[in-house]
């Protein structure tokens, strides 16, 4: 019996292996990647669609030789994006050995200097030096990437000194013999002689012999004299300079003293002078009423006359600079004399035009005004209570308690504010005339500055003279 044949039509069937195939290739298309390598030091970007490490470093050109490195190391088949890449190309490294005078050349991917004399088995010392292109460097951070490295590496060797008695020895790989010597903390002055000379090349087993001189810099008449001595002391120095101390000079060290370890020694240059220098005594004013002056005036009735007080003093000059001057004795050869001012007691009624109209005042003083109000007062309440007992508002003026002793109830007037009366008592502006124009905190004007008031007829029985 024959079997029943498939009904549906050979086009579908063909068309669904087509979308098959579209559709696997656009599934190969979107695992197109950009991956992250870092090359010899730099990140580059490689687009890919590579599943396999091997595949994706063919496809980049990037496949590693044997001496390059390649981190992390991994078989080709494994895929690339469980760890990121890091590719190191080796490339030739030229070493050049001192004392040895060899060379050695070989290719690595190492970039520190160290790890590169490990692999050429050349064993670094402490006191070693490593050079690139003429530089000392840090043979433990790596260099900066290039194709080709050109190291110096310089051994240290030992060097032995004699110094005046003394042997020292230490190892440097410095170029030279005075900078092996700095190098060894052997500290030379100027004027010291070694041999060999300095600037020496340093070869290994060196003998060096150093030889002091005592070079002494006398200061004196702001000159300095270089010489060298052997002097046991330093006057015995200054003597073979021709140098004497006379009168009251002396020299630092003291001339009685060995000589200094640092090689400085100063004269100084000393002389005495007395002097008599005069000093003027001010004389006191006296004050007196004086009734042909108008209240507030002065006037000089007599004139004062200054003293002189007169001093005998040693100065005594180092180098020609004072140092120090003594007060040997002090006299009076002239007393002061008070001067006689007379103070005006004579009043005086003027007038003044103001928009209440023509004022008489007998009195007038420029003083430092502010003003105040039941709400500023300066604490934290309101009051409208006064010293006087009358209701603080405008027209009430404050003075201080020395004026109002004096003062209660004399009326002002003040240019701006207008007709008031002393009424109130507040702490004042030390060192100022003052007074405090009131207000209600409904007209309130805020007040600072000078201004001139007006004491207003008729004149009281009682007047200060001389204001407190």
């Not at 498939?6 to 197109?32: I, N, T």
């Not at 009195?363 to 006087?388: E, H, I, K, Q, W």
Request: charged share 20%; with cysteine; proline share 9%.
């Amino acid at each position: 019996m024959a079997e029943p044949r498939d009904s549906r039509p050979h086009w579908l069937l063909a068309l669904a292996a087509l979308l098959g195939l579209v559709g696997a290739g656009l599934l190969f298309a979107g695992l197109e990647r950009i991956v992250p390598v870092q090359v010899d030091g730099e990140w580059v970007g490689i687009r890919t669609r590579a599943l396999t490490l091997g595949s994706l470093l063919r496809a980049a050109d990037l496949v590693p030789h044997s001496e390059d490195r390649l981190l992390p190391a991994r078989p080709a088949l494994t895929p690339w994006w469980d760890a990121p890449l890091r590719l190191e190309h080796a490339r030739l490294v030229h070493l050049a050995l001192w004392p040895e005078h060899r060379g050695l050349a070989f290719k690595s991917a190492e970039r520190i200097p160290a790890n590169l004399l490990l692999q050429a088995g050349v064993r670094l010392f402490p006191r070693d030096r490593v050079y690139w292109q003429g530089q000392p460097i840090d043979p433990y951070q790596p260099l900066p990437p290039a194709t080709t490295y050109h190291l110096e590496v310089r051994h240290a060797v030992p060097l032995t000194w004699q110094d005046e008695g003394q042997t020292g020895t230490c190892y440097s790989a410095a170029p030279t013999l005075g900078e092996a010597l700095a190098e060894c903390a052997l500290h030379l002055e100027s004027g010291d002689e070694v041999s060999p000379a300095p600037e020496t090349p340093l070869t290994p087993e060196i003998q060096v012999t150093v030889r002091r001189a005592r070079l002494l810099r006398v200061q004196v008449n702001d000159n300095t004299l270089t010489l060298y001595s052997s002097a046991a002391t330093v006057g015995e120095a200054l003597a073979e300079a021709g140098i004497a101390l006379q009168g009251l000079d002396y020299s630092q060290p003291p001339e009685d003293q060995p000589l200094p370890a640092d090689g400085v020694i100063r004269v100084v240059r000393v002389r005495e002078e007395v002097v008599l220098e005069q000093e003027t005594l001010p004389f006191k004013n006296e004050y007196e009423p004086d009734p042909e002056t108008e209240l507030d005036q002065r006037r000089i009735i007599e004139p004062g006359e200054y003293g002189v007080e007169v001093s005998r003093l040693r100065v005594r000059y180092e180098d020609g600079q004072e140092v120090g001057r003594t007060v040997e004795a002090r006299w009076v050869a002239k007393e002061p004399k008070p001067q006689r001012v007379g103070y005006g007691t004579k009043v005086v009624i003027h007038t003044l035009e103001t928009p209440q109209g023509t004022l008489e005042y007998w009195r007038a003083v420029t003083v430092y005004a502010t003003s105040y109000s039941p709400c500023r007062l300066g604490v934290d309440r309101c009051s409208t209570a006064t010293a006087s007992g009358l209701p603080l508002r405008h027209g009430i003026i404050a003075v201080t308690r020395a004026w109002y002793s004096w003062m209660l109830g004399q009326r002002l007037y003040v240019p701006g504010y207008g007709i008031g009366v002393i009424a109130d008592v507040g702490g004042g502006v030390p060192g100022r005339y003052w007074i405090d124009l009131g207000y209600s905190d409904e007209d309130y004007q805020p007040w600072h500055q000078y201004v001139t008031v007006y004491f207003l007829t008729p004149v009281p029985s009682a007047i200060p003279w001389i204001l407190p």
